[in-house]
């Protein structure tokens, strides 16, 4: 095959595969998630229309409040972050910044009594009408 019609070809694929992959987002799932090596949690809660990230680690917690991006709704952002969410299937949350993002699988679903024992900050940040954000650093 000639080098001009071969590279047509990849970009006609790639093309392809980046459609199915935009079109194969679906909203955020609550859960509770991890890295492949269990070094950080993320936990993804809903109460109505108003959805929270918790992100736990040995090094501190961070409870925010989580938007749909106006630019693409199938990305969500972490209030005062940089930071950004994509449930890429049902149990694979995609963490990071767009184009550089981490895959996160699915530990357990996240429950009423998940919400009855949560911290403070995240029944407050389930509850309020504002954009919220809260951080903690542990001492090491």
């Known amino acids: 095959m000639p080098l001009k019609q071969t590279l047509l070809t ?14 194969s987002a679906m909203p955020l799932q609550t859960g509770v998630y991890s890295d492949e090596r269990q ?31 106006p630019s693409n709704t199938d990305i969500y952002e972490i209030n005062q972050s940089v930071t950004v969410l994509q449930q890429a ?3 694979t949350l995609l963490f990071g910044s767009v184009g550089r993002m981490s895959e996160f699988s699915r530990l357990r679903d996240w429950s009423d009594a998940d919400l009855e024992n949560a911290e403070p900050q995240v029944r407050e940040c389930l509850t309020t009408d504002e954009p919220y ?5 542990f001492e090491i």
């Open 10 to 23: 990849l970009a006609s694929t790639s093309l392809v595969l980046a459609s199915a992959t935009v079109a």
């Open 39 to 69: 070094r950080y949690n993320i936990t993804i809660t809903q109460l109505d229309d108003q959805i929270c990230y918790v992100g736990n680690s040995i090094r501190g917690m961070i409870v925010a409040s989580v938007t749909p991006l």
């Open 89 to 91: 299937a049902q149990n």
């Open 133 to 137: 954000f809260y951080q903690v650093e």
